[in-house]
């Protein structure tokens, strides 16, 4: 008879399953760094890890793991507190060991015979959102990889929601119109590049969408969008969605949302918001005033891998009124029938443009129930802080020049020079690249207006204000080895002798 004691299917197996999680947790502890990153090069990490596929000969797990183990070496550590280029949290303990109850699980959240008490779980978490969101009793959504997946849907359902309207047309069937090379989308300069990787996989190009210039704060301006609606009404084009930003990645800066949420609908245009990062906001003691507007949205973004702190990937897409739905839906008969739906049988393929998707609700269940909203709240306020003590440490340290005052956890930043002939980019930028290669730090970088500037952005509630201080002293000293060597001057006086 063939060997099958590699697969979960009764007791033993399970009891199999459970010594390998621990056998892999066990390594994970063992393996992990004790710095941020290694500092090995693309080139380095090819030739030490070796990567093939398996052979014709089986190995034991102890034996791979222990191969697992250079991988985790030299692996990014999300949970260390000086990581902090990306919106890169490190995981909840409780979020982990749903994890694991995920995986073993195996449900595939399309059809119902798939995943029945999964189908149930996730459809009351998305109700839930939607209620926190001030959502009304018509909203609906789906969980999502994240806010890629998420902001993608929003602009696609507006699209057809716009086509349907005006048209009685349906991309589904027929494709895009002519006239679909007049509709717009607008955003601001600060929004999230997925607003045009949308606009590019839905078939209206780049060039469909506008950026709108921010404010002082980095927050989209009204009177600027206002303008800009005005022209397209000038020009004949169609402003079909406009797209705000609470919680943007280089500033955090949260849109006038209620503002814009009336020129869209002045305008006829779909109202998205993407909140994949401030969308926590909701959960919180002291900020989610600073939300209002959210309500008002056709379809919004959250991600629960950022300030929910969740295992990636964990998002979600809500949607104000469920028949938007309706516009996106196809069925097989092998998997969700016409039939089901006059059963009340839920398949929840018909909200997503994915067929197979993981049990992701249940990491943020598990989570929420462990933590409790106080506790959550709490959590998010203290990163918050966070990005405050940073600021007030940046300004007074004399090396070092403050870019804005910091909205949720981004810190823009960067190393001032001593002298003013320093190429001030460049210097920032290998400031950057040697605290990585170093493995002492992974911060980030942007362009800001044509200027570089460093990037803090802080995710981790364990950091305190030590390791702010240990990181941007890092910073500066790095700095001021470096400066040299990007001063015109000293470079000189280095030829020369």
């Not at 979960?8 to 390594?27: E, G, I, L, P």
């Not at 119902?112 to 996730?122: C, R």
């Not at 004399?398 to 460049?426: M, N, W």
Request: hydrophobic letters at 45%; charged letters at 20%; proline letters at 5%.
């Amino acid at each position: 008879m063939f060997e099958t004691d590699f697969l979960t299917r009764n007791a033993d197996s399970f009891s199999a399953y459970q010594q390998a999680v621990r056998k892999a947790a066990a390594t994970l502890v063992d393996a992990m760094p004790e710095q941020p990153y290694s500092g090995r090069s693309p080139a380095e990490l090819t030739d030490l890890l070796g990567v093939e596929l398996g052979g014709a000969a089986a190995q034991e797990l102890d034996t791979v793991l222990r191969r697992v183990q250079t991988i985790i070496r030299h692996s990014i550590v999300p949970s260390h507190p000086h990581t902090a280029a990306h919106l890169h949290c490190p995981p909840l303990i409780a979020s982990l060991a749903a994890e694991a109850i995920v995986c073993g699980l195996n449900q595939s959240m399309d059809s119902f015979d798939q995943a029945p008490a999964a189908t149930m779980v996730e459809q009351g978490m998305i109700q839930a959102l939607c209620r926190r969101a001030g959502l009304p009793a018509t909203a609906a959504g789906t969980f999502t990889a994240g806010g890629t997946q998420s902001n993608y849907m929003g602009l696609w359902l507006a699209r057809d929601a716009y086509l349907h309207a005006h048209d009685q047309w349906s991309a589904q069937k027929q494709g895009l119109p002519p006239e679909a090379r007049r509709f717009r989308i607008l955003c601001s300069e600060a929004a999230h590049f997925t607003v045009e990787k949308s606009a590019a996989q839905l078939g209206l190009g780049t060039d469909a969408v506008l950026r709108v210039p921010v404010d002082s704060a980095f927050r989209m301006s009204v009177a600027d969008l206002q303008a800009r609606l005005e022209q397209l009404q000038r020009q004949a084009l169609v402003p079909i969605a406009i797209v705000a930003t609470a919680g943007t990645t280089d500033f955090g800066s949260i849109d006038p949302l209620a503002e814009i949420a009336e020129l869209a609908r002045a305008c006829g245009a779909w109202f998205h918001v993407d909140a994949a990062y401030g969308g926590a906001l909701l959960f919180s003691s002291q900020h989610a005033d600073r939300l209002r507007g959210l309500e008002l949205a056709d379809s919004l973004t959250m991600d629960f891998h950022k300030l929910f702190w969740q295992p990636i990937s964990c998002g979600a897409f809500l949607l104000r009124d469920a028949a938007h739905f309706e516009r996106i839906k196809l069925h097989a008969d092998y998997l969700n029938p016409e039939g089901h739906a006059e059963e009340g049988i839920p398949d929840l393929v018909t909200r997503s443009p994915l067929t197979t998707r993981r049990f992701d609700a249940l990491k943020l269940w598990v989570s929420l129930q462990v933590l409790g909203s106080s506790k959550l709240a709490a959590l998010i306020d203290q990163t918050l802080q966070q990005a405050q003590e940073a600021a007030a440490l940046i300004r007074r340290h004399k090396e070092l020049e403050l870019l804005s005052q910091p909205t949720l956890g981004c810190v823009l930043f960067r190393y001032r020079p001593q002298h003013s002939s320093t190429d001030i980019d460049a210097l920032n930028q290998a400031i950057r690249r040697r605290l990585f290669e170093d493995g002492q730090a992974v911060i980030g970088q942007t362009c800001i207006r044509g200027e570089r500037w460093l990037k803090l952005t802080l995710l981790n509630p364990c950091t305190q204000a030590h390791h702010l201080m240990d990181l941007l002293e890092q910073v500066a000293q790095q700095g001021i080895r470096l400066e040299p060597d990007f001063t015109p001057s000293a470079r000189s006086w280095r030829i020369r002798r």
